[in-house]
């Protein structure tokens, strides 16, 4: 089972910044697609981001696109969530999750993962 950690949720106010990380350790992330999920209470999972396993290819969700940025740093085993101009809605539990495989491209469904993180929570309130 691989071990992925989310780190960098909190309360924000509206239009705020957050960057999440999700953190593989002791081994590299380099072979593995990774994704970004969330789910707000009472709600579904639902795919925000995901990018290659060498950033190659990136996708997001329509209700993120131009606030939200993904991104990875192999050499650190880290993919990142830069999350910009934050609305109440995006308020929810946020997971990583991993897929292995060398392919330029990633896909944001959750059956495609294997892995997942714990979560991390952001909060969006004034």
């Known amino acids: 089972q691989l071990q992925f950690v989310e780190s960098g949720g909190g309360l924000v106010q509206p239009g705020g910044s957050l960057t999440l990380a999700c953190v593989r350790f002791?081994?590299?992330?380099?072979?593995?697609?990774i994704g970004w999920f969330r789910q707000a209470p009472g709600g579904q999972r639902e795919g925000v981001s995901c990018?290659?396993?060498?950033?190659?290819?990136?996708q997001y969700a329509d209700s993120v696109k131009g606030r939200f940025i993904i991104s990875r740093d192999n050499a650190k085993n880290t993919v990142y969530l830069q999350m910009n101009s934050l609305k109440p809605e995006d308020t929810a539990e946020y997971y990583c999750?991993?897929?292995?495989?060398?392919?330029?491209?990633?896909?944001?469904?959750?059956?495609?993962?294997?892995?997942w993180g714990q979560g991390t929570q952001v909060t969006v309130s004034s």
């Open positions: 999750a991993a897929h292995v495989g060398q392919g330029g491209f990633c896909v944001m469904t959750s059956t495609w993962y294997s892995s």
């Open positions: 002791g081994f590299t992330l380099d072979d593995y697609a």
């Open positions: 990018i290659s396993s060498w950033g190659a290819s990136t």
